[in-house]
């Protein structure tokens, strides 16, 4: 989906939720945070599971609430669920004994220890939109059209169960021919296999895009624990979804 992606600094505020400080930021739209070093009173996750049924491929691990912990990186889609905001988080993060979990971040159930400087994209024309799916009997966001763009800049987009994760962001990125863009995205893999390390065999992992080239992710399976690293190519398949934000940069910008 086509849309335009303003770069913005801002500040979330102490003592929210994760969501609300965010949703206060974008000012009601659609957007895309990167998220780096924020304490957290409390937050509250949860990390991939088997399913208890067959009517899904995996599920989740039940919540589990660290206290004075730090959001290290992740990465956060703010769309919305039944007319009302709603965040996609997933990432890496720190207990306060200083060992390192993953997952999928409950933005709802997080509240922020102190005010915190984030990088913030809001989007115009596109918004991720929360909806039943047929497929993978899952509610995911789709990205949904809110009006007309001159000039865009970005691409919103998901990709569906078994394709090849670089094949879905070059097909999302070539749709509108932008060029040179900057991947930001979280989703899950069939396993997450990595270059030159161990990766996870689980049928459902889930995975957070760090650096701006689609290469490198933190992920996470049914054990809970994390791993970091560069994806080995041509070997990723999409699980449930993934979900990208692609961002046109400037010729002069690396």
């Not at 220890?113 to 497929?135: N, Q, T």
């Not at 509108?176 to 930001?184: N, S």
């Amino acid at each position: 989906m086509p849309c335009k992606a303003s770069h913005h600094r801002v500040t979330l505020t102490a003592g929210s939720t994760l969501l609300q400080a965010m949703t206060d930021a974008a000012g009601g739209a659609g957007a895309w945070f990167d998220l780096t070093d924020l304490p957290a009173e409390t937050l509250t996750y949860v990390h991939p599971a088997p399913a208890s049924d067959d009517a899904h491929v995996a599920w989740y691990s039940a919540e589990v609430v660290l206290k004075d912990a730090v959001i290290l990186q992740a990465g956060a889609h703010l769309g919305r669920r039944e007319g009302a905001a709603f965040a996609h988080v997933h990432g890496l993060w720190a207990a306060s004994g200083g060992t390192r979990h993953a997952g999928h971040l409950l933005a709802e159930a997080t509240v922020l220890a102190a005010d915190c400087e984030v990088d913030l994209w809001v989007l115009d024309g596109a918004v991720m939109e929360r909806a039943p799916d047929a497929e993978t009997g899952f509610a995911l966001f789709r990205p949904i059209a809110t009006g007309p763009v001159d000039r865009p800049n970005a691409v919103l987009a998901t990709i569906r169960p078994n394709e090849i994760l670089e094949d879905g962001l070059a097909m999302c990125a070539s749709a509108t021919d932008l060029p040179r863009p900057a991947i930001k995205g979280l989703g899950s893999l069939i396993g997450t296999r990595l270059t030159a390390q161990a990766g996870l065999d689980d049928i459902a992992t889930e995975v957070l895009l760090t650096g701006e080239r689609g290469e490198d992710v933190v992920a996470v399976g049914f054990e809970g624990r994390a791993i970091t690293g560069r994806l080995t190519p041509g070997s990723n398949r999409v699980c449930v979804t993934f979900e990208a934000l692609m961002i046109s940069q400037p010729a002069d910008e690396p």
